[in-house]
């Protein structure tokens, strides 16, 4: 059974520097979950649904300093399926010496094929020390940093793009001349999670802002992100905003099959119904395996255990057999737990919506006197640890 098609739009690909997309579709790299079990288990599906792997999947982010350190944890996070192409890495940086180091190593040891740069974090540890989305405010450092990446990776056709958000608040936004100096030091394309860092990830974001990002930078890909939950959100922020693709965070937690029905949706064909029940443990099964694959057994049941509450939302499921899930330990307990849902459940319409993490606004954490001088150039201290994206 089908749904009926999603009206195609006229943006059917998308391309960043030298890399094509059939799909104007970009998962956003989200610390612990975009590892490679995650986006092999997105690229499944999306293969087995709408028989063609069309967008770009990210991996989740790393910390410059610390991959040109080899530390052991991040050079397992940059681990890519032997078929996945392109390989995506996205980085999280302050120092444009480092940001160089990092981009040159990736190229160097053909490590990717695509840098993104993050500036979206609004994680009030990463705020504090000046990283993440209070770096923007910086405009002359921001511009050393992109610049950075750019020169390492000239000639060797590795695209580098940049994320960052709308500002740090509504009085100190940042995103305009965001866009327009990563534009001028090379940037392929730059992606705007249309929230403020005071914001973090509550209320609705403001997709006005990817609008007028897209008017303002011209010759280069803009990207939208925040607030897309299904194929229509996708199209109903191209369509208002004109921008030239979308990053999908949040929406795809427990649900890795939406980016099979945006391929379908961006392609003109008709989007599969949504998986039952049955077919949703089947899909939780896989990615039970191919994280005890990636980390071991032990290690890769923990981490299952988050993706099962977002699995799980929407459907009826018991207290007692969501508790057990909560504490699975091997693949064998997840299969039978697995087993005991009712597999003919559809798929519920309450079950859209947002997902992870959500939490309230707040003042920003800054390093002291941060605001006094946008053009200064002192690199923070002790900014460069690793920290959640967004």
């Known amino acids: 059974m089908t749904l009926a098609p999603v009206a195609p739009t006229a943006r059917s690909a998308l391309q960043i520097g030298p890399i094509a997309l059939q799909s104007p579709v970009v998962l956003a790299p989200m610390a612990g979950v975009t590892n490679v079990a995650f986006r092999t288990l997105c690229r499944e599906l999306e ?66 094929d695509h840098i993104d740069m993050n500036f979206g974090c609004p994680v009030p540890k990463v705020t504090k020390r000046g990283g993440g989305s209070a770096l923007p405010y910086k405009r002359r450092l921001f511009g050393r940093i992109v610049a950075a990446a750019v020169r390492a990776t000239e000639g060797t056709g590795v695209p580098v793009t940049v994320k960052f958000r709308v500002g740090i608040d ?61 194929a229509a959100d996708a199209q109903a922020m191209m369509a208002q905003t004109g921008c030239d693709g979308v990053v999908i965070g949040r929406g795809c937690l427990g649900r890795p099959w939406l980016f099979a029905e945006l391929s379908d949706a961006f392609n003109g064909r008709p989007i599969t119904t949504p998986p039952t029940l049955g077919e949703v443990a089947e899909i939780m099964r896989r990615h039970g395996k191919l994280l005890a694959d990636h980390f071991g057994e032990d290690k890769g049941m923990r981490d299952m255990r988050k993706h099962i509450a977002w699995y799980l939302h929407g459907f009826p499921a018991g207290a007692d057999l969501r508790r057990a899930l909560a504490l699975v330990k091997t693949l064998d307990e997840l299969d039978a737990l697995l087993g005991e849902l009712d597999a003919d459940v559809p798929f519920p319409e309450v079950a859209g919506g947002p997902r992870g993490r959500q939490g309230s606004p707040g003042s920003v954490s800054l390093p002291e006197g941060w605001l006094d001088d946008p053009d200064d150039l002192t690199v923070p201290v002790a900014a460069d640890v690793m920290n959640s994206g967004g």
């Open 170 to 230: 509504e009085r100190h936004l940042t995103y305009l001349d965001a866009g327009r100096i990563a534009e001028a030091e090379g940037a392929a394309a730059v992606a705007l999670h249309a929230r403020t860092a005071a914001q973090r990830y509550s209320g609705s974001a403001d997709w006005s802002r990817i609008g007028e990002l897209k008017e303002h930078v011209t010759s280069i890909p803009v990207l939208g992100n925040g607030d897309i939950f299904d």
């Open 47 to 112: 293969l087995a649904r709408a028989g063609t792997v069309s967008g770009l999947y990210v991996c989740e982010m790393v910390t410059a300093r610390a991959l040109v350190e080899r530390h052991p944890v991040t050079m397992h996070m940059t681990t890519f399926a032997p078929a996945e192409s392109p390989r995506s890495l996205q980085l999280y940086t302050v120092d444009p010496e480092t940001t160089y180091a990092a981009a040159k190593m990736i190229v160097d040891e053909n490590m990717a």
